[in-house]
């Protein structure tokens, strides 16, 4: 079982908040707001329907991920691709497929303590979140996609209105 770890309150108002364009480092944890790129929203009641459509393999089991792809439920999944990709519309077909590139942003967190950082504000027990995972959760009181990239790296998917309350609670936490 982890060690409950308190957050502190962030001593400033919620209009002296700003998202912060340069990475911070303290504690051994690095967060980097990670450069623009092309999301997508993927709906389709099968996995073998949204590939057809969209031309690549899609991951099959909820929270596995492929390639820039991660199912995020049984008919949802989430495609992060390098900025310019087009995915086709899935007209005419029983598949959604909608560009969400600008509404949020993607705040990396790495380092030797980054699953301390986000297991502080996050209900999942994030020691055992297996590497390669992804999952929609909340930190704290906001909705986030948990993507874990390595033993010691997390992509934090955020709706853009909440970044910058995310970014100060991450970075209070990690010099906690």
């Known amino acids: 079982m982890s060690e409950a770890i308190a957050i502190p309150a962030l001593a400033v108002a919620g209009t002296d908040l700003a998202l912060e364009s340069q990475a911070t480092t303290a504690a051994g944890v690095a967060l980097t707001l990670e450069p623009p790129a092309s999301r997508w929203s993927l709906r389709a009641r099968t996995a073998d329907a949204l590939a057809a459509v969209i031309g690549r393999p899609v991951p099959a089991r909820i929270g596995e991920t492929r390639d820039g792809l991660a199912c995020l439920g049984p008919d949802e999944w989430l495609a992060d691709l390098p900025a310019g990709t087009v995915l086709p519309d899935g007209a005419g077909q029983p598949v959604s497929v909608v560009d969400i590139s600008a509404r949020g942003v993607v705040i990396r967190v790495e380092g030797a303590g980054a699953a301390r950082t986000v ?3 996050c209900p999942l027990d994030v020691e055992r979140f297996a ?3 992804a999952t929609r959760t909340v930190y704290e009181t906001v909705e986030v996609i948990l993507w874990r990239e390595s033993e010691t790296a997390f ?6 209105s909440f970044a910058p ?3 100060h609670a991450l970075k209070a936490c990690e010099r906690a």
Not at 155 to 160: I, L, N, T
């Open 119 to 121: 297991a502080s504000g």
């Open 165 to 167: 309350w995310l970014w």
């Open 155 to 160: 992509r934090v998917f955020v709706w853009r």
């Open 131 to 133: 590497v390669g995972r």
